[in-house]
C-alpha cells in the first residue's frame, strides 16, 4: 500500500484516555441549557472548510443541498504494524480467545483499499423519533476512515471497544480505536478516534468535530464547553445534545464519542436519515445477499426477507421459527458480522 504510515507501538492502546477537567472548565454551562441555544443546522460551509486529509475529496452541492465524501478509506493518521484478526468472526466475544484464535496479520500487507463515496445532506433534520444504527457504516471521518457503531454483532450485545484483547503487544483495536473487516478492508473507528481528537485538541475547549453521521449532524471527542468532560449520562440515548461547538457557535445538535463505558459510539441517530442508502457499497453495511441465504436454507428470499422484517438486529429467533429452520442454521447462513 505504499506510503500508508505506522502507528507507534509507545502510544496508548484502546479507549481514549479521559481528558483532564481544567478549572478554567467551570463557567456557568449544562447540556440542558444548550437548548436554548440559537441554532442554524446548514453545515456546508463547515463541511467545506473542515480539516479532511489530503486524499480526501468533498464536493459539496448547494442544490441538493449535500456533500460527497470519496476516499480510499486508508486513514491518513497511519495504524499499528500488526493486528490479531479472528479466525472466526462468528465466535464471539474475543477477549477470552488465545492468541491461537487469531491470525497475527502485518497491516502493510493486509490492509486493503476500500472505494468510499458517501452522499450526506448540508441541511440536516433533528427528529424525536430515533433510528438505530446498524452495522457497517454509519458516518465518515476527517481522516478517510469510516465510523461504526459499538458493536460486533448484529444482536448488539458484543462492544468491540470492551471486547479488546491483546496478545504479545498485538492487538484486536489499535490505539486509535480502529481496524479493519477481517478481509482487510473497511478500516473504521469503533471508540473516540484518539488520532484525530487529540491532533485537533485544544485544552480547556470543546473537542473540534471529527467527522459527520450519516444523518448530517457533526461528530465529536468527549470534551464538551469549557475542556469538561462528557460521559454518557451527560448526553441522549444517542450520544448527542444540542449547543455551541467551535464550528458551530449559535449552536448544533450534534455527537460525542466517550470513553466512561458503553456507548462509546453512536446506537441510533436522532437526525432523519436514509439507512439504505447511507449503508451501500464500501460502506461495509451493504445489505447480505438475501437470494444466497434464502437459496442455501432451501426458502424464498421474500420468505427470508418477510421473516427477519425491519427491526435491526433481526429477531432471530423469531424469524427461524416462522421459516420453520434451525436459530443456528438461520444464523450460519447469514454473513458473517462485520469485524
Given at each position: 500500500?505504499?506510503?500508508?504510515?505506522?502507528?507507534?507501538?509507545?502510544?496508548?492502546?484502546?479507549?481514549?484516555?479521559?481528558?483532564?477537567?481544567?478549572?478554567?472548565?467551570?463557567?456557568?454551562?449544562?447540556?440542558?441549557?444548550?437548548?436554548?441555544?440559537?441554532?442554524?443546522?446548514?453545515?456546508?460551509?463547515?463541511?467545506?472548510?473542515?480539516?479532511?486529509?489530503d486524499?480526501?475529496?468533498?464536493?459539496?452541492?448547494?442544490?441538493?443541498?449535500?456533500?460527497?465524501?470519496?476516499?480510499?478509506?486508508?486513514?491518513?493518521?497511519?495504524?499499528?504494524?500488526?493486528?490479531?484478526?479472528?479466525s472466526?468472526?462468528?465466535?464471539?466475544?474475543?477477549?477470552?480467545?488465545?492468541?491461537?484464535?487469531?491470525?497475527?496479520?502485518?497491516?502493510?500487507?493486509?490492509?486493503?483499499?476500500?472505494?468510499?463515496?458517501?452522499?450526506?445532506?448540508?441541511?440536516?433534520?433533528?427528529?424525536?423519533?430515533?433510528?438505530d444504527?446498524?452495522?457497517?457504516?454509519?458516518?465518515?471521518?476527517?481522516?478517510?476512515?469510516?465510523?461504526?457503531?459499538d458493536?460486533e454483532?448484529?444482536?448488539?450485545?458484543?462492544?468491540?471497544?470492551?471486547?479488546?484483547?491483546?496478545?504479545?503487544?498485538?492487538?484486536?483495536?489499535?490505539?486509535?480505536?480502529?481496524?479493519?473487516?477481517?478481509?482487510?478492508?473497511?478500516?473504521?473507528?469503533?471508540?473516540?478516534?484518539?488520532?484525530?481528537?487529540?491532533?485537533?485538541?485544544?485544552?480547556?475547549?470543546?473537542?473540534?468535530?471529527?467527522?459527520?453521521?450519516?444523518?448530517?449532524?457533526?461528530?465529536?471527542?468527549?470534551?464538551?464547553?469549557?475542556?469538561?468532560?462528557?460521559?454518557?449520562?451527560?448526553?441522549?440515548?444517542?450520544s448527542?445534545?444540542?449547543?455551541?461547538?467551535?464550528e458551530?457557535?449559535?449552536?448544533?445538535?450534534?455527537?460525542?464519542?466517550?470513553?466512561?463505558?458503553?456507548?462509546?459510539?453512536?446506537?441510533?441517530?436522532?437526525?432523519?436519515?436514509?439507512?439504505?442508502?447511507?449503508?451501500?457499497?464500501?460502506?461495509?453495511?451493504?445489505?447480505?445477499?438475501?437470494?444466497?441465504?434464502?437459496?442455501?436454507?432451501?426458502?424464498?428470499?421474500?420468505?427470508?426477507?418477510?421473516?427477519?422484517?425491519?427491526?435491526?438486529?433481526?429477531?432471530?429467533?423469531a424469524?427461524?421459527?416462522?421459516?420453520?429452520?434451525?436459530?443456528?442454521?438461520?444464523?450460519?447462513?447469514?454473513?458473517?458480522?462485520?469485524?
Amino acid at each position: 500500500m505504499g506510503d500508508q504510515k505506522i502507528m507507534s507501538k509507545k502510544t496508548l492502546y484502546g479507549t481514549a484516555a479521559a481528558s483532564v477537567v481544567l478549572a478554567a472548565a467551570s463557567l456557568i454551562y449544562s447540556p440542558s441549557s444548550a437548548q436554548n441555544v440559537k441554532q442554524s443546522n446548514d453545515t456546508a460551509a463547515v463541511v467545506q472548510a473542515a480539516n479532511w486529509a489530503d486524499h480526501v475529496k468533498i464536493t459539496v452541492d448547494a442544490d441538493a443541498k449535500t456533500f460527497r465524501f470519496q476516499s480510499n478509506g486508508i486513514p491518513d493518521h497511519g495504524f499499528a504494524e500488526q493486528y490479531l484478526i479472528p479466525s472466526d468472526p462468528n465466535d464471539q466475544p474475543f477477549a477470552d480467545k488465545p492468541l491461537e484464535f487469531f491470525d497475527v496479520q502485518n497491516s502493510a500487507d493486509y490492509f486493503k483499499e476500500t472505494e468510499i463515496d458517501a452522499t450526506i445532506t448540508t441541511q440536516p433534520v433533528y427528529s424525536d423519533t430515533s433510528t438505530d444504527t446498524s452495522l457497517g457504516r454509519i458516518g465518515v471521518a476527517l481522516s478517510g476512515a469510516q465510523i461504526f457503531n459499538d458493536y460486533e454483532n448484529p444482536d448488539r450485545s458484543v462492544v468491540a471497544i470492551d471486547d479488546q484483547v491483546v496478545h504479545d503487544h498485538v492487538a484486536f483495536l489499535d490505539n486509535c480505536n480502529g481496524h479493519t473487516l477481517v478481509d482487510g478492508t473497511n478500516y473504521h473507528y469503533h471508540g473516540i478516534p484518539v488520532c484525530i481528537a487529540e491532533a485537533a485538541a485544544q485544552a480547556g475547549q470543546h473537542s473540534r468535530m471529527i467527522g459527520v453521521l450519516a444523518d448530517g449532524f457533526p461528530v465529536y471527542g468527549n470534551n464538551d464547553v469549557g475542556g469538561i468532560v462528557v460521559v454518557n449520562d451527560d448526553l441522549d440515548a444517542c450520544s448527542g445534545h444540542s449547543g455551541p461547538t467551535p464550528e458551530f457557535p449559535e449552536g448544533i445538535y450534534h455527537y460525542h464519542l466517550t470513553a466512561d463505558e458503553a456507548p462509546y459510539m453512536i446506537d441510533c441517530y436522532h437526525g432523519e436519515v436514509d439507512v439504505a442508502a447511507n449503508n451501500g457499497p464500501g460502506g461495509g453495511g451493504a445489505a447480505p445477499d438475501f437470494a444466497a441465504v434464502a437459496d442455501q436454507l432451501g426458502i424464498t428470499e421474500a420468505e427470508l426477507v418477510g421473516a427477519l422484517g425491519d427491526t435491526r438486529p433481526p429477531d432471530f429467533a423469531a424469524a427461524a421459527q416462522a421459516l420453520g429452520v434451525s436459530e443456528a442454521d438461520l444464523r450460519a447462513a447469514m454473513p458473517a458480522p462485520g469485524q
